[in-house]
């Protein structure tokens, strides 16, 4: 059963990770408006070529 015996060591915060994740250096850092505009680039790109209005 259980004893009355402690054990070293302080307890992980709960948000430990996230800050861990948030606080290292990602390499290369993009403008989220970047990768916004991108993805719309490609979307309307590729409904382009579906719709036969860009031909490749």
């Keep these: 059963m259980a004893n009355n ?3 070293g060591g302080q307890l992980p915060s709960s948000q430990g990770g996230l800050v861990q994740y ?8 993009m403008d989220p408006k970047t990768i916004i505009a991108f993805g719309l680039l490609v979307s309307v790109f590729e409904i382009g070529l579906h719709m036969g209005i860009i031909g490749i």
């Design 5 to 7: 015996q402690q054990q």
């Design 22 to 29: 948030f606080d290292a250096d990602a390499g290369v850092e």
